[in-house]
């Protein structure tokens, strides 16, 4: 190990020992010293798909997604609630087959820490994420039954469905 003054390939000589003058991402003490945290990537689309063109109605699906969880989960009527968000309860999918609403599915994911394959793809490295890393978020569902078994959609999903 080694904290001695050195010149790296980004461009300016330093120290990695933690008094030097200016922030630097990869202060530590020495080059061995405890990793800094990582985050885990979303996966990217696969190779040759192509974005849908998203319509004026559709912009903000999203944050019309998130206001809806945030309203249903302190309505008093949640009948009369998925009634005005235009969730029918029983409604006609793309393919005519007849879908009946049984529940709404809201569920809160935190995510604390990060797994990343090591190079060689043999083993994983974790790592506990700091606060300021940590990602919540909340995925809703609509679980229908078509007759047969349970299907679960997405808000705009549910939302397509032609009402009977």
Not at 33 to 62: C, F, K, M, S, Y
Not at 96 to 106: F, K, M, Q, S
Not at 114 to 126: I, Q
Not at 134 to 152: E, M
Request: glycine share 8%; hydrophobic share 35%.
């Amino acid at each position: 190990m080694h904290d001695g003054p050195h010149d790296h390939s980004h461009d300016h000589p330093h120290s990695h020992a933690r008094s030097h003058d200016h922030p630097h991402p990869h202060a530590r003490s020495g080059h061995n010293g405890a990793r800094d945290a990582a985050q885990w990537q979303a996966p990217h689309l696969p190779a040759g798909h192509v974005h849908d063109p998203i319509t004026p109605h559709e912009r903000d699906l999203d944050l019309v997604e998130a206001s809806f969880v945030e309203g249903f989960t302190r309505c008093s009527d949640a009948t009369s609630f998925l009634r005005l968000a235009g969730i029918p309860f029983v409604g006609i999918a793309a393919d005519g087959g007849r879908l009946n609403l049984l529940r709404v599915e809201i569920e809160d994911l935190t995510d604390v820490g990060s797994a990343v394959p090591l190079l060689g793809g043999e083993g994983m490295r974790y790592d506990p994420l700091p606060e300021k890393l940590v990602s919540r978020r909340r995925h809703l569902s609509f679980v229908y039954h078509d007759g047969v078994q349970v299907v679960r959609l997405a808000f705009a999903e549910a939302r397509a469905l032609a009402a009977l």
